[in-house]
């Protein structure tokens, strides 16, 4: 009878980040936190920080407090602008819009917002406050981020990541002289990052994706989706993955900035049955259906990326502080049935209980 050697911690990726265990924290778009980006670097991994939303000026306070907090490697994240953006719609696209979300606003105590002069931040911006702030890892999503600013990363010291949902997409990112690839299969929690094609086209599971992409680049793969325990951990190593990438596991715990409701949604039955939605933010994600979501896919009103994202954004983080989890975003992977630890300290250890 054979007799497997059990993984070694110690491979390309973590070689090339100075990590002590192959662990890679999803970053999240609105509920990243400090606390659990240094709980997961303190802890060996990859902690990382999601910036949507952040401009330069939030960029550079976020990078000082992760630095007070860990003196191990993080990363910060960032979205590539692909061209899919709609970054300006005619003032009565814009109020209609707002109008088929008026019962929200009204039902949350809100008035409804005027049309703004801008959706999000200024993406060279964002870019110019990650690369001053000189994080380990600056990774992307959405797309192949641009051959000067890989460059200058690098000449900073800085290694590069970016996310794939198809080989094709992984192929392009190792073109773009990135040094590392998150493979995301389909029952990964939050947006599908998908850009060579529409979203509703790269749905791979993660076990058909990750060793397909292993086999096409010759870069360091880190698997992501669906993976909660150390079972999800062996598989995605033995499929050819040098890293995991773990969501909604540390999206539950109580380092995480998720609301007490969200992360009580997330450990609840509901979490078994998860949908994917363009309703709250105009671009495919997977989250745990509500009310809101249902509403306006029977509705069928829902305004392009960024601006329904925008208009969203205006009410959720008030239904998240009153624990009104019919209108947050509740996004979540297929893995939340597995959640089973309170602690970014105890998911890690489970997670590499089965290196």
Do not use: C
Request: net charge negative; no cysteine; hydrophobic share 45%.
């Amino acid at each position: 009878m054979t007799t497997h050697q059990p993984f070694a911690s110690s491979n390309r990726l973590t070689n090339l980040l100075g990590l002590e265990a192959p662990v890679v924290l999803g970053p999240f778009g609105g509920v990243s936190s400090v606390a659990l980006t240094a709980a997961v670097s303190d802890g060996g991994g990859l902690g990382s920080f999601g910036l949507y939303g952040y401009d330069g000026a939030a960029i550079r306070k976020t990078a000082a407090e992760l630095r007070a907090a860990t003196g191990k490697p993080f990363a910060l994240n960032l979205w590539v602008p692909n061209g899919t953006e709609t970054n300006a719609v005619p003032q009565e696209d814009f109020e209609r819009y707002t109008a088929a979300l008026k019962p929200y606003f009204e039902e949350l105590g809100i008035p409804l917002p005027d049309m703004p002069a801008r959706y999000m931040p200024d993406y060279g911006e964002q870019v110019e406050a990650v690369l001053e702030a000189r994080p380990a890892v600056v990774s992307f999503v959405f797309g192949v981020p641009a051959a000067d600013v890989v460059e200058e990363a690098h000449s900073r010291g800085i290694k590069v990541a970016g996310t794939a949902t198809t080989v094709a997409e992984a192929v392009a990112l190792e073109a773009g002289g990135v040094d590392a690839v998150v493979a995301s299969g389909l029952e990964s929690g939050g947006h599908r990052v998908s850009f060579l094609k529409p979203a509703e086209e790269s749905l791979i599971g993660t076990f058909a994706l990750v060793p397909q992409v292993a086999d096409a680049v010759s870069i360091p793969v880190i698997a992501a989706g669906g993976i909660a325990d150390r079972r999800g951990f062996t598989a995605a190593r033995a499929l050819g993955a040098d890293a995991v990438q773990v969501g909604t596991a540390f999206l539950a715990t109580q380092e995480s900035a998720a609301v007490p409701a969200y992360r009580d949604v997330l450990r609840s039955p509901a979490a078994a049955h998860t949908v994917l939605t363009r309703t709250l933010s105009g671009r495919l994600a997977r989250g745990i259906p509500n009310r809101i979501i249902g509403a306006l896919e029977e509705a069928g009103t829902v305004a392009p990326f960024p601006v329904q994202n925008w208009l969203t954004g205006r009410f959720r983080p008030q239904a998240a502080a009153l624990g009104n989890t019919d209108l947050m975003s509740l996004w979540a992977g297929q893995s939340a049935p597995l959640l089973r630890h309170g602690t970014a300290a105890d998911v890690l250890a489970e997670l590499l209980a089965g290196a």
